[in-house]
């Protein structure tokens, strides 16, 4: 009882973490700031992914040398796992390219980072779900 305690609140500092990032991408965009706006966003995703990936056991090891796994890294092993569906997948891989685009100088609309931020934010919504012995939903 006390590791499925200790794991939910980890999981809902991580969320934090994600939803923060998304607001300060949210006030970047609001300043035109887009460089900033895209590494946030790109950070919240690599967050959601690693929470998904410990989450499922589908964590990769860490490599030497490397400093944190990279989100698309993340979200193939997601894939392969079953937890993404194609299309979930599909979605989550556009808003990484999108954000690297914006965090590395390349003209992203800001339409499309602002619609990133939402899809990231309803992705966020919709996981950490603890399943329970009975099946349910805690």
């Keep these: 009882m006390v590791g499925i305690c200790a794991d939910m609140a980890q999981r809902r ?15 970047s965009l609001a300043q035109q700031a887009f460089i900033e706006c895209g590494c946030c966003l790109r950070e919240a995703v690599r967050i959601y992914l690693h929470d998904e ?17 990279p989100p698309r890294v993340l979200a193939k092993r997601l894939t392969k796992k079953g937890v993404l569906g194609p299309k979930l997948g599909q979605w989550i891989g556009e808003i990484i390219e999108m ?27 919709g996981t950490h779900l603890i399943p329970t012995k009975t099946g349910g939903q805690a």
């Design 13 to 27: 500092s991580l969320r934090r973490e994600a939803y923060q990032l998304l607001d300060r991408a949210r006030s």
């Design 53 to 69: 990936c410990t989450h499922h056991g589908c964590l990769p090891k860490e490599k030497p040398g490397i400093y944190r796994t």
């Design 99 to 125: 954000s690297n685009k914006a965090a590395h100088l390349s003209f992203v609309p800001p339409r499309e980072l602002e619609a990133g931020i939402v899809m990231t934010k309803f992705f966020l919504d």
